[in-house]
């Protein structure tokens, strides 16, 4: 398993990692298995979506805060509630099929780390089987 920290600048954001988690397969020296990108925080979450457009993970976003805004009479008392809710529709993790030492993704696709609730310094683990 691979650990790699990622920081955040903006309360909300996506940041594209997928040249780290490629950097953790070579760092591993996999040729081929499955690859579980999973970040272990609740108020952020790991998605793929294309990378071509930086429009597409700005309208991603808005649509989520459109969804869930920030204030809606949310009960937690720590005022993030609309983060938790964020991470638990995103989801925490991504698989990714790994073959020939490279990460298997379609063209315009990226894995994004998801800030809900930042900045923070947050963590990114990488779980590899053959």
Request: proline fraction near 4%; include cysteine.
């Amino acid at each position: 398993m691979k650990e790699i920290s990622v920081q955040t600048h903006a309360r909300f954001e996506m940041i594209d990692i997928t040249a780290a988690v490629q950097k953790a397969v070579r760092d591993e020296k996999i040729e081929s298995g499955i690859g579980l990108v999973y970040t272990p925080h609740t108020t952020a979450a790991v998605t793929i979506n294309e990378n071509a457009d930086p429009d597409v993970p700005r309208d991603i976003l808005a649509a989520l805060d459109r969804a869930v805004p920030l204030s809606a009479n949310y009960r937690h008392a720590e005022g993030n509630s609309a983060a938790h809710v964020k991470s638990s529709l995103v989801g925490a993790s991504e698989m990714v099929i790994i073959e020939n030492g490279r990460l298997i993704l379609g063209t315009w696709q990226s894995i994004f780390f998801c800030e809900f609730d930042g900045p923070r310094t947050r963590k990114v683990y990488i779980s590899f089987k053959f």
